[in-house]
């Protein structure tokens, strides 16, 4: 029972590369979200999905962009990347609404020099 | 916009003992969910426990209940009979029932003191 798993765990950056972080969940949820938690701070929404191809943006999304073509994958990808983008990143899902329990993957921490 | 504030970046308690963590929040909205999750050392986010504004009654889950005082936008987290596994980060966040943003506090780091 996997619930939702992320890749990587780790990951440098240089300065103006590009990356794309994977979500993939097997619960059948429908929302899905990406988090970043700063040093010392609490997590912050970047991105959610209510279900395949439909997303919407959360509280920081600028630097960002998502994709939702299957129930399962919800993959973050990072284009021209700062360092203010140093961050541990959480994906989580939910079954039908954000007003409901989610379910958090390990983070990917995402260091970028 | 929505803030979720937590006054206390640290907190310790005795094993055993109980301990109460505070948290205050800021919405115009009447229909809201409050929620606590625990983050330990491990770094995975794990709901403790879900409070739904429009009941009153306060929500428990067996060592773990909140106080919520909805006129003072108050929650607070009591955790009874302390476990050294309560170690954590505990995070007090917030939604609304017609947005759909989801806000965190800063959190408070908790140490159990064998």
């Known amino acids: 029972n996997a619930g939702v798993t992320q890749t990587p765990k780790f990951r440098i950056l240089k300065i103006g590369q590009s990356m794309t972080l994977q979500c993939t969940q097997d619960m059948n949820h429908n929302y899905m979200y990406w988090y970043r938690q700063d040093p010392g701070m609490g997590l912050k929404l970047i991105y959610y999905s209510v279900g395949a191809g439909i997303t919407d943006k959360g509280e920081v999304p600028n630097g960002y962009n998502v994709s939702r073509s299957t129930t399962e994958d919800f993959p973050l990808r990072l284009e021209l990347a700062a360092p203010s983008q140093t961050s541990v990143y959480f994906c989580?899902?939910?079954?039908?609404?954000?007003?409901?329990?989610?379910?958090f993957g390990d983070g990917t921490r995402l260091s970028i020099l | 916009a929505q803030t979720v504030t937590q006054s206390q970046p640290e907190m310790s308690v005795q094993e055993a003992e109980t301990v109460t963590l505070s948290c205050t929040y800021d919405?115009?909205?009447?229909?809201?969910?409050l929620f606590w999750y625990k983050q330990p050392p491990s770094r995975q986010m794990i709901l403790v426990i879900r409070?739904?504004?429009?009941?009153?009654q306060n929500a428990t889950e067996n060592r773990f209940s909140v106080n919520f005082q909805k006129a003072a936008k108050s929650f607070s987290l009591k955790i009874s009979d302390s476990q050294l596994g309560d170690a954590a980060m505990y995070f007090c966040a917030f939604t609304s029932n017609t947005g759909n943003q989801f806000y965190f506090g800063t959190g408070t780091s908790l140490t159990v003191i064998p």
């Open positions: 919405t115009s909205e009447s229909d809201y969910y």
């Open positions: 409070q739904e504004a429009y009941k009153q």
């Open positions: 989580a899902s939910s079954l039908t609404g954000i007003n409901q329990p989610q379910h």
